[in-house]
């Protein structure tokens, strides 16, 4: 199968660049707002968009992420209305892969057959399930792969050249290292140490390996960048829209146009990580 995400991939890798991935709560702080800042994230140089699926109990994320799913469903965020969320944004971008992102619960509680179905009419190419692990492949991921759609794993700096193959095992669209033990929002990770584990994922697998968790600053994103297929920002992302929301946790006039600023300076970073590496 050939996703958009493969296909994305693919081209960045004739123009000899990395991906912005960016990351944001499906629904928050509410559903309109998500949904111009989903559509807005291509324009500000996105190349994947991570879509958040809010849920009460992600044990995963640091208190950024959480609150901004606490703030989704407050507001009526449902796993329904996130892919309706996605099928909006498809309307005006058949081209920007979107993954979901987040945890079981939500989709098995929903139906994984019916899921599954709804999430390719809903236009989405991937899935990160971070509590799903190789061990549990019969649940989700091979009926998502038989369905066409991507199966995204994540490995650590604990996962060891003897777990690794077995991570990378139905594996497909992309890798997601996790720069850091720890949760999302964490310090930035030694970028030397990231290099590394990079090259040594690469050894077992030729899908691109994007990296996340702490990246912040354009600068950040230039040094992960010279040496991944792709940087992933989420939780700095997510600060920027709580910044600008009102008393009440309402939307502004700034929230959406903080994002874009954000996420273009993001962008600059990581167009120019291999500018720099080649010098």
Known sequence: MTTRIDTRFEKLKAEGRPALVTYFMGGDPDYDTSLKIMQALPRAGSDVIELGMPFSDPMADGPAIQMAGQRALKGGQTLKK?????????????????????????????????????????????????????????????????????????????????????????????????????????????????????????????????????????????????????????TAIVNQIANTLDGKGAATTDTVESVVTMVRGLATGVRAARLASAK
Do not use: W
């Open 82 to 234: 996130t892919l309706a969320l996605a099928r909006d944004f498809r309307a005006g971008d058949n081209e920007t892969p979107i993954v979901l992102m987040g945890y079981y619960n939500p989709i098995y509680v929903y139906g994984v057959d019916r899921f599954l179905v709804d999430a390719l009419e809903a236009g989405i190419d991937g899935l990160i399930v971070v509590d799903l692990p190789p061990e549990m492949d019969e649940e989700l991921c091979l009926p998502a792969l038989k369905a066409g759609i991507n199966f995204i794993r994540l490995a650590t700096p604990t996962t060891d050249d003897k777990r690794l193959p077995r991570v990378l095992s139905n594996t497909s669209g992309f890798v997601y290292y996790v720069s850091m033990t720890g949760i999302t929002g964490s310090a930035i990770a030694d970028t030397s140490k990231v290099n590394l584990a990079v090259d040594r994922i690469k050894s077992h697998t030729s899908l691109p390996v994007c990296v996340g968790f702490g990246v912040k600053t354009a600068e950040q994103a230039r040094a992960i960048g010279q040496s991944a297929d792709g940087v992933v920002v989420g």
